[in-house]
């Protein structure tokens, strides 16, 4: 089948992009400057309420120092690459600071565990699980047919993708092929939602740098997206559009103009961002030489998507495993080098960018066809065989009470989703429900490499470098 | 298998089975249960550096009981590899990998939380997205969905 991953694909072209200049790489601010201009900073964003004590789950503290080499990573003690680095001063001096689980700039209800020395950040523990709602067990009880209604809700920033890993990972436990318009429908909500997806990303990478007002750009061009969202799935968030054997409706009358309108917007307010941001002294000396993570730290703690990217990792699985016959279009993948929040910030600009000409192509060359999959034994009948037929109604009526049965077996799919790798594990017996679904969802990992790139940076850079891992909370806890 | 991606590993191991599963071939390998972490570590030097992602399936009357499922990705070679391995319900325990793959340290805590299944080795095998006072492992299969009631904090006592 088409969505299968491709492993003899060859090399493809990433062109590496320059910053306007290379600023954190000069040396003519000591680290004593550096760190007056970040108190000021810190000064004016400081909120006091971090300063309230302990909560009451006390089991989940930092461990002892040193008493657990394998996890020098994974909380930043044998990190070394970032720009401040002072010798740890006596433990008395430390102080532990809990950050979150409601802070507005953790998004959602990330909470932190802080060791900090003065002002800069000793080691960090990610405290997870305040948004857990059992997913995965959820899962086990939903057929094939419900599953989407299930698995869109993790990830609500990018709720297309999560439904696609979905319906490829039973799609290739069933294997059916699908049509070339259900593909192309796919790739087009794909793209639009990463560029949705993207935008509520700049809104409050913007907003947690203290520029507000991107808040209300970010927002305003994603509203035009979910418009069309809604107008074609019925929900703005949480469609469950994309299904085993295809997608639930076809496009509604008059898309191509929305779609047109929509780039031609979106192309005009990522123009405002980049006018906003990138010759922007303050946004520039908060982002540059932030959060830094290195291409193997991204390998071995399973970073992927943007911040990978950003690190100068040439991987993007549209290119490297092409699924839904994405590898049609012509597009390219941004790629960083310095692995900071601003290399972030433009790779992620371009990735709008791109997917809006991905979307542009779709528009243009969009087949005609079914969008689903005529394969009766995972799509109903049309509606009008259902008032002349009693075989139809029957039909119609099983799939959607009991659904269809799936091969045994266990697959795993995976997409690029806004944040990075989402993949899909079935496990299926035979039956109509899978045996087990496990999702790896992107934010997961980064989540857990927060700790390698704020330790040895100071507290005001946290909000910095969360905005920038771009987490999805709900994709986190599942 | 005769691939030359996998050579290497499968004549250090011949006790694994390599197997290619659906159409879209998807490379498995069956590890023993003790020698999962030497072949792990093997992959891992064969190239296999990316971690993507550790999960635990079980499949309740199947001796043994549990499965505990590692992927692996090559970024040089452009291949997936998902490792299995058996764990028996009497002594759920596995090594821990988190020395090899610092990523695996939240995946370990989450399986041990959801399934029971222990890590040895692991520096912090705390539960991660359960709390810290809870009792079972839900996702295992003789755990039924609502079989736990919920007591918010602020509700009168049900019992």
Not at chain 1, 129 to 133: D, S, V
């Given at each position: 089948m088409s969505d299968t991953p491709n492993v003899t694909t060859g090399d493809f072209e990433a062109p590496t992009i320059d910053r306007p200049d290379d600023a954190h790489t000069a040396t003519s601010e000591t680290a004593e400057e550096r760190r007056r201009i970040h108190d000021l900073w810190v000064a004016g964003t400081e909120e006091p309420s971090w300063l309230r004590g302990s909560t009451d789950e006390q089991s989940q503290e930092l461990l002892d120092r040193n008493s657990d080499p394998a996890l020098r990573l994974s909380q930043g003690i044998a990190v070394d690459d970032d720009y401040l680095f002072d010798d740890v001063t006596d433990s008395d001096e430390l102080q532990i600071l809990n950050m979150g689980p409601q802070h507005p700039s953790t998004h959602g209800v990330l909470r932190l565990h802080l060791e900090l020395d003065g002002e800069t950040i000793v080691r960090a523990k990610p405290i997870i699980?305040?948004?857990?709602?059992g997913m995965e067990k959820t899962g086990e009880t939903l057929t094939y047919m419900q599953g989407s209604t299930n698995v869109t809700r993790m990830d609500y920033l990018s709720p297309m993708h999560m439904e696609l890993a979905f319906s490829l990972a039973v799609e290739s436990l069933l294997g059916v092929e699908m049509p070339e318009r259900a593909q192309a429908i796919r790739v087009l909500m794909t793209e639009l939602n990463r560029v949705s997806s993207h935008l509520v990303w700049a809104a409050t990478q913007g907003t947690d740098l203290g520029a507000v007002s991107m808040m209300i750009y970010g927002f305003r061009d994603r509203e035009c997206i979910l418009e069309f969202f809604e107008k074609t799935t019925g929900l703005r968030m949480n469609h469950n559009y994309i299904r085993p054997g295809g997608v639930a409706a076809d496009l509604h009358d008059g898309w191509e103009d929305e779609i047109e309108l929509i780039i031609e917007k979106v192309t005009q307010g990522v123009g405002e961002y980049e006018e906003l941001f990138n010759g922007n002294p303050i946004f520039r000396d908060r982002t540059m030489g932030v959060g830094v993570i290195t291409p193997e730290e991204c390998r071995a703690l399973g970073v992927s998507g943007p911040i990978a990217r950003a690190a100068g990792i040439k991987w993007d699985l549209r290119k490297v495993f092409p699924y839904s016959g994405i590898d049609k279009y012509d597009f390219e993948v941004p790629v960083g080098k310095h692995g900071d929040v601003w290399d972030r910030y433009l790779v992620r600009i371009e990735e709008i960018k791109q997917s809006l000409g991905i979307v542009k192509q779709v528009l243009e060359t969009m087949p005609a066809g079914d969008y689903r999959t005529l394969d009766r034994k995972i799509t109903p009948p049309p509606r009008k065989r259902i008032d002349e037929s009693m075989e139809a109604l029957i039909h119609h009526f099983k799939l959607f009470t009991s659904g269809f049965k799936v091969p045994a077996g266990e697959t795993y799919a995976a997409v690029e989703s806004p944040r990075g790798e989402l993949g899909m594990y079935i496990v299926s017996d035979g039956r109509e429900k899978p045996w087990r679904l496990h999702a790896r969802t992107p934010s997961f990992n980064h989540v857990q490499a927060l700790p390698t790139m704020m330790t040895d940076s100071l507290v005001a850079d946290i909000v910095a470098t969360i905005a920038s891992t771009d987490p999805v909370l709900g994709d986190v806890d599942r | 298998m005769t691939d030359e991606v996998f050579a290497p590993l499968a004549e250090r191991f011949p006790d694994v089975d390599f197997e290619q599963v659906l159409a879209s071939k998807q490379d498995v390998a069956h590890v023993p249960l003790d020698r999962y972490r030497g072949f792990v570590e093997a992959a891992h030097n064969v190239g296999f550096d990316v971690f993507v992602d550790l999960c635990a399936v079980d499949y309740l009357h199947r001796k043994p009981r549990f499965d505990v499922v590692l992927n692996l990705l090559s970024h040089t070679n452009r291949r997936r590899l998902r490792i299995r391995v058996g764990v028996p319900a009497s002594d759920p325990t596995v090594a821990s990998i988190t020395g090899i793959f610092p990523g695996a340290n939240f995946y370990e805590r989450e399986t041990f939380d959801l399934f029971g299944i222990v890590f040895s080795g692991h520096p912090d095998l705390t539960r991660l997205l359960l709390p810290d006072d809870w009792e079972g492992h839900p996702l295992r299969k003789d755990h039924s969905v609502g079989s736990v009631p919920v007591r918010f904090k602020a509700s009168p006592k049900t019992s």
């Open positions: 699980g305040y948004l857990h709602t | -």
